[in-house]
């Protein structure tokens, strides 16, 4: 199945780095969700987008709609421990049933 | 706090079983999705319901696979026979409606399928 591209696929930081992704397509998406999954568990929302250009914070986490909806960016600030895990991007199809394409994944490994 | 529940957590079975999985949505969510799962991978959408309508299933393999939201709630997945490729996290999510706005999905913790 179609899944968006993220970059980049792996990272490994050392704490209070700050840290950045960001995920692309070739179709317009009128909404992006960021998300964080943990081995064996299911993606947990972070950060919703609604508006090209958008942006949007929650705690250390920012998050950008692209100006030409085609690519959304994650950045953490101040990285810690328990930020490790995998990173998904959504991007939600403008018409039909309106589903949501997931990207291929940011896996984050943060050194104490 | 609402969440999604799914059960079981882990399940193993042998190749051609029939097996399923059960998902209560977030209370109030007209619009549930079952998602597959293959380890390193991002979620791929099987099914999508409206209420008790399915909008979206062109990805379910519809030869082994079955979905079902009888009274609009609470749905169940059904494998059957079970493939040795079938071996992969499900997942269930849940959002408002579907379309623009009010539509941010909420995953529950999986299944966790193992086919021998």
């Known amino acids: 199945g179609q899944q968006l591209n993220q970059s980049p696929q792996s990272m490994f930081i050392q704490e209070g780095e700050d840290v950045s992704m960001n995920c692309t397509s070739s179709?317009?998406?009128?909404?992006w969700l960021w998300y964080k999954q943990d081995p064996g568990e299911g993606p947990v929302l972070l950060i919703a987008l609604y508006k090209a250009g958008e942006l949007t914070s929650n705690g250390r986490l920012t998050a950008q709609f692209g100006i030409t909806r085609k690519d959304s960016f994650l950045n953490i600030s101040a990285s810690i421990p328990s930020d490790v895990g995998i990173y998904f991007c959504a991007g939600q199809e403008i018409s039909g049933t309106y589903k949501y394409i997931f990207g291929t994944g940011t896996r984050l490994k943060v050194l104490a | 706090e609402a969440e999604v529940a799914q059960s079981p957590r882990y399940k193993i079975t042998e190749k051609s079983q029939a097996v399923a999985f059960w998902c209560d949505p977030i209370?109030?969510?007209?619009?549930l999705y079952w998602y597959r799962q293959i380890l390193g991978q991002g979620p791929e959408l099987l099914v999508q319901?409206?209420?008790?309508?399915?909008?979206?299933d062109s990805q379910l393999p519809k030869d082994r696979f079955s979905a079902e939201r009888l009274k609009g709630v609470d749905s169940t997945l059904k494998i059957q026979p079970a493939e040795l490729g079938d071996s992969a996290m499900y997942l269930c999510?849940?959002?408002?409606?579907?379309?623009?706005?009010?539509?941010?999905?909420?995953f529950g913790p999986g299944t966790r399928l193992t086919v021998l």
């Open positions: 179709s317009i998406f009128n909404t």
């Open positions: 319901f409206q209420d008790e309508s399915v909008v979206d």
């Open positions: 209370s109030g969510h007209a619009t």
């Open positions: 999510a849940s959002s408002l409606e579907t379309g623009e706005g009010n539509n941010e999905q909420f």
